[in-house]
């Protein structure tokens, strides 16, 4: 048993985890630590004295319950790192070994502030969101007595804020012109990612982590459940977009079993706890080479793009199967709905062919 010097409290080290107990000035003989310690060894979970717990262990409680999920298939990785970037960011702020009951609606406010400069609104939003599951987790686990106090500061930003914020960033879908504008200054795989952006909805991590194993070159479809939502997908491909993939196939250098790699051979995915991968970055640079400002609109306009002219089919239903969209709990309409026919998933990408090439066909 050793003090740990910035906390004040026993602590031990066991298999590269650190275990926090009493403070030194509530058991300087260490009594009633090594006790709890005893309870670690014994597959016990020990309790401090007065119900105590650390900031810090009330992340690792969530984050195993995460994990719990994550290995049992309810959970995808993406938002697992997510959860793990929003407890990064709640101990940036507040010290991780306070106890949790001793937080003061003064530390949230302070950390709402510091969140309010590094991100927008939108994303603000998530991150309080994600800030409050993390405490009253502890609550529902009974890892705590009683609920946490935010206080009144810490709360998402109003919806008209989220308006204006839209408002503000102005057109968020692309003109036909526009795509083709990009077409034309993207590579060989560019070419095929915005393809499917724009014939699929497919967005940032879509593509990221598409690969050729779903892919039928012979008949020209994509059938996979989305990994965001473990939702069935199938996408009938425009014959660009099948030479499009084929091309990116065929230049593939191996080493990734992802489709799309970069020029250093590196895919689009990410390691890091953000939940984000490459694309965002990678595709400023081609829409700078079309001669678009590289802030503004990104990839998963494309994505906004298919769902705004795809509609004009007057099947949504079609659309949001392409899409890869969750259905409302409340829908007992897709509940009941075992498949969207084939036809009416061409007929859904065939209309946004037509809003892309019709004009240029009809010139020729």
Not at 33 to 55: F, H, N, V, Y
Not at 167 to 179: S, W, Y
Request: some cysteine.
């Amino acid at each position: 048993m050793s003090v740990h010097k910035a906390s004040g409290l026993w602590c031990r080290v066991r298999k590269g985890k650190r275990y926090y107990f009493e403070r030194v000035v509530d058991d300087p003989e260490g009594t009633k630590s090594l006790d709890q310690w005893l309870e670690i060894l014994a597959g016990r979970e020990p309790k401090r004295s007065g119900g105590d717990l650390s900031l810090k262990d009330l992340c690792n409680h969530w984050m195993d319950h995460k994990k719990a999920k994550l290995d049992a298939g309810d959970l995808v990785q993406d938002t697992y790192n997510e959860y793990f970037h929003a407890c990064e960011l709640v101990m940036e702020s507040i010290n991780k070994e306070l106890e949790v009951d001793r937080i003061q609606p003064s530390d949230f406010s302070r950390l709402r502030a510091k969140l309010a400069k590094r991100f927008g609104p939108v994303t603000l939003g998530k991150h309080i969101g994600q800030i409050r599951s993390l405490f009253n987790f502890g609550k529902k686990a009974g890892l705590l007595e009683r609920e946490v106090n935010f206080g009144l500061d810490f709360e998402k930003p109003a919806a008209k804020r989220l308006r204006k914020q839209r408002a503000l960033r102005g057109q968020q879908d692309f003109t036909a012109a526009e795509i083709k504008q990009l077409l034309a200054k993207a590579n060989t795989n560019w070419r095929a990612m915005i393809l499917l952006g724009v014939q699929a909805g497919f967005g940032n991590r879509d593509v990221a982590e598409l690969t050729e194993a779903v892919i039928d070159f012979s008949t020209g479809w994509i059938d996979y459940p989305r990994e965001k939502t473990a939702v069935a997908r199938r996408v009938p491909l425009w014959p660009e977009t099948v030479e499009a993939l084929r091309n990116a196939l065929n230049q593939h250098p191996g080493g990734s079993k992802y489709l799309f790699v970069g020029d250093r051979g590196r895919d689009y995915t990410s390691e890091k706890h953000t939940g984000n991968n490459r694309i965002t970055g990678a595709f400023k640079p081609v829409l700078k080479a079309a001669g678009f400002p590289e802030t503004g609109r990104g990839f998963y306009c494309l994505r906004r793009t298919f769902q705004t002219q795809a509609e004009e089919c007057g099947d949504l239903v079609a659309v949001k199967s392409i899409m890869g969209h969750t259905p409302s709990e409340n829908d007992m309409s897709a509940r009941y709905r075992q498949r969207v026919s084939d036809q009416r998933l061409k007929r859904c990408v065939d209309t946004v062919h037509d809003w892309l090439f019709k004009q240029e066909s009809d010139h020729e």
